[in-house]
C-alpha cells in the first residue's frame, strides 16, 4: 500500500484506518412500488401503506442514530477514522422528466459506494428514493478525488415505467422455471453492496437491485487487474451479497446456510475453509421492513482477527472465536428496521495491506 493514499481497500478484512458511517437523520420511509415490492418481506407491506411518503417514526430514527453513533465511538476508540455523511432532508420531493419521488436516507453508506483500491466506484442504485442519495456523500467524493482518489461514477438510468418489470410477481419469481427481477436490463443498474471484494478477485450476484448491464460496466471500467465473478444462490429475492457470504480473512469464508450450498461455489474455493454461519438469534425485539433476519452476518471487519458483531448474536460471536477471529460485540438491533446492519451502515476507505490474489 502507497501511505500516501487516502483511498485504498482491496478487500474485507485488511486493517482498518478509515471508514464512513451512515445517518438516519431525515430517513423517509419509500412509498410501495414493484422495486421495493421485490425485495421486501410481504408482512412489512402495511408499514409502507401506512408510513410511505412520510419520515420514519421519530422513535425509530433516535434509536438507530444512537446506536451508529456509539458504533462510531467504537470506531474511534480501535483509532480509525470516521467520516458521516451531510443530511439531506430527504421529505423533499424531486421530479425528472420521467417521475417523482421523496428520498430514502443516508444510512447504508456500503450501497452507494464501492472502493477498489484507490477507485470510489459511484453505484447508480435503482430506486427512484434513491436516485439522489449520494449527494449526502459528495462531500467525502470531492474530498478523496482532491487527495488523489480515482473517481468513477456509473451512468444514472432514467428509471422511467419501462426500467421496471411491472408484472413482476414477488410470489411466483420463476414462472416457467425462467428467474424473473423487479429491474429490467433496459439501463445499467447495481447496489454497490451486491459487490464483495477478495483482492484482484471481486464476487457479485445479479439481484433486484444489480443487472446485467450493471455488472458489465464495472467489469468493463474497473481495470484488467481484476476479474469479475458472478455468483448465484438458492435466495428467492436476492438482494446484497454481504449476508450471502462473508469473507473474514484470507481462505476463511463464512456462507450463510439457508441459500448458499458449499457444492454450489465455484472451484476456486475449494482450498478456502468454509463456515456455515449459525441461525439469527431470536426473536428480535424491532421488526424487520426492508431485509431478511440473515443481517446477523452483515458484520464489519477490523481487520483478519477482529469483527464488530451485533451484540445478541451469541452463537455467531463464539462461531468466529472458534476460527481466530475476536468480536466485539456493539447494540445495532434498533438499526435493523432501516434493511441493514453493521457492515451495510458502513464503507471501509482505506485498509492497510496490498492488491493481491488469494486463488
Not at 132 to 151: N, P, T, V
Not at 231 to 251: C, K, N, Q, R
Request: proline residues 8%.
Amino acid at each position: 500500500m502507497d501511505v500516501s493514499k487516502k483511498v485504498w481497500s482491496c478487500n474485507e478484512w485488511d486493517p482498518l484506518e478509515e471508514v464512513i458511517v451512515g445517518t438516519v437523520k431525515n430517513a423517509v420511509v419509500p412509498e410501495w412500488n414493484v422495486a421495493l415490492g421485490s425485495a421486501t418481506p410481504s408482512h412489512s407491506k402495511w408499514f409502507f401503506d401506512e408510513y410511505g411518503g412520510k419520515p420514519f417514526p421519530r422513535e425509530m430514527t433516535d434509536a438507530a442514530e444512537e446506536e451508529l453513533n456509539n458504533l462510531v465511538t467504537v470506531l474511534e476508540k480501535l483509532d480509525i477514522t470516521v467520516k458521516r455523511p451531510a443530511p439531506l432532508d430527504f421529505s423533499d420531493t424531486y421530479k425528472t422528466p420521467w417521475w417523482s419521488s421523496t428520498g430514502l436516507y443516508a444510512a447504508m453508506p456500503r450501497d452507494v459506494l464501492l472502493i477498489v483500491g484507490d477507485i470510489i466506484v459511484e453505484a447508480p442504485m435503482a430506486w427512484r428514493t434513491r436516485y439522489f442519495e449520494i449527494f449526502a456523500f459528495r462531500d467525502l467524493i470531492e474530498e478523496y478525488f482532491k487527495d488523489g482518489a480515482r473517481w468513477l461514477p456509473a451512468p444514472k438510468s432514467t428509471m422511467n415505467d419501462a426500467f421496471y418489470n411491472q408484472d413482476f410477481d414477488p410470489e411466483n419469481a420463476e414462472p416457467d422455471g425462467i428467474r424473473q427481477f423487479a429491474i429490467s436490463e433496459k439501463e445499467v443498474a447495481f447496489d454497490a453492496a451486491d459487490f464483495v471484494r477478495f483482492g484482484t478477485d471481486i464476487f457479485v450476484q445479479k439481484s433486484e437491485v444489480t443487472n446485467e448491464m450493471g455488472i458489465e460496466w464495472v467489469r468493463r471500467h474497473i481495470g484488467s487487474e481484476y476479474t469479475i465473478h458472478e455468483l448465484s444462490f438458492d435466495e428467492e429475492h436476492p438482494l446484497h451479497i454481504d449476508t450471502s457470504i462473508v469473507p473474514i480473512a484470507p481462505g476463511k469464508l463464512l456462507i450463510n446456510p439457508s441459500w448458499v450450498r458449499k457444492d454450489h461455489l465455484p472451484d476456486m474455493f475449494d482450498s478456502w475453509e468454509i463456515i456455515e454461519a449459525p441461525a439469527p438469534t431470536k426473536p428480535f425485539d424491532s421488526a424487520l421492513y426492508f431485509s431478511s433476519d440473515w443481517l446477523t452476518i452483515n458484520f464489519l471487519s477490523i481487520d483478519s482477527k477482529r469483527a464488530i458483531v451485533e451484540e445478541n448474536e451469541t452463537p455467531l460471536m463464539e462461531l468466529l472465536y472458534k476460527h481466530g477471529i475476536e468480536p466485539i460485540p456493539v447494540p445495532f438491533r434498533n438499526f435493523y428496521p432501516f434493511g441493514g446492519s453493521i457492515h451495510c451502515a458502513t464503507t471501509d476507505v482505506r485498509r492497510r495491506g496490498k492488491l493481491e490474489s488469494y486463488f
